[in-house]
């Protein structure tokens, strides 16, 4: 009786340890996670084989840069800028014109992705209104999500010499 009482109690430490291995790793992940950026789905690629689709590619996206006055996207405009970067991203373009289009892609991408964010944040409920941990990680994603995106628009600048985005 006393061997099987032995054996529970240290088997109960066994799994407290395994528990507490598993909470500590999760729990790293998520607040180191908070500080990068999201993860592109689809990133353009380069192709060396012509047809390109460098015109069409500027067809679908200079409308939807044209058209924004700020970074903050409202939930309309968000789905418009969300579906040509799909659309971009699959386009096959020249290698001239890959790292004008890569930044294009991300623009679109870390717009979209910072002003959901923002939007949660802005909620007057949800897990960040209540949970300091994750409105601080909430916050943190923002930040970086944000800071792609201007760094894809410094290198853009020249293709939108009068937009008013993060001027």
């Keep these: 009786m006393i061997q099987t009482i032995m054996r ?7 799994w407290t340890i395994v528990l507490l291995v598993l ?3 999760t729990f790293s992940g998520i607040c180191s996670a908070a ?3 999201t993860t592109m789905p689809l990133v353009l690629t ?3 084989s012509e ?3 460098d015109d069409e590619f500027m067809t679908i996206v200079n409308p939807v840069i044209d058209g924004l006055t700020d970074r903050s996207l409202n939930s309309s405009e968000r789905i418009d800028v969300q579906s040509v970067y799909y659309s971009a991203s699959a386009m ?3 290698p001239e014109f890959y790292p004008d289009a890569l930044n294009l892609t991300k623009l679109l991408f870390y717009l979209v992705t910072s002003s959901e964010t923002d ?3 802005e909620k007057s409920s949800g897990l960040g209104t209540h949970n300091n941990d994750v409105r601080d990680s909430l916050k943190e994603q923002l930040k970086a999500d944000e800071s792609v995106a201007e760094e894809a628009w ?5 293709l939108y010499p009068n937009s008013t985005l993060f001027r």
């Excluded at 410094?154 to 020249?158: A, D």
């Design 154 to 158: 410094r290198g853009l600048r020249h």
């Design 35 to 37: 500080s990068d950026p």
């Design 46 to 48: 380069t192709n060396t």
């Design 51 to 53: 047809p390109f689709d």
């Design 92 to 94: 096959k373009v020249s």
């Design 119 to 121: 939007e949660e944040l």
């Design 23 to 25: 909470v500590m790793t």
């Design 8 to 14: 529970y109690n240290m088997l109960m430490k066994q």
